[in-house]
């Protein structure tokens, strides 16, 4: 992320909004070991696969 320009402050951001746009609770730790964006979509994918099993 950081060879990207993100620090955590703009991932913050990012997680907040995505989680207001698609009402979903990202997983916290999931998101502490998400170390590249392909982790941390990998992680807002599934959080949204669960959210629409229910």
Known sequence: FLALGYDSL???QTTGRIE???DV???EEGLDEAETPRDYLALI?????????V
């Open 20 to 22: 207001r746009d698609y």
């Open 10 to 12: 703009a991932l913050l």
């Open 45 to 53: 994918n599934r959080a949204l696969s669960a959210r629409t099993a």
């Open 25 to 27: 609770t990202l997983d």
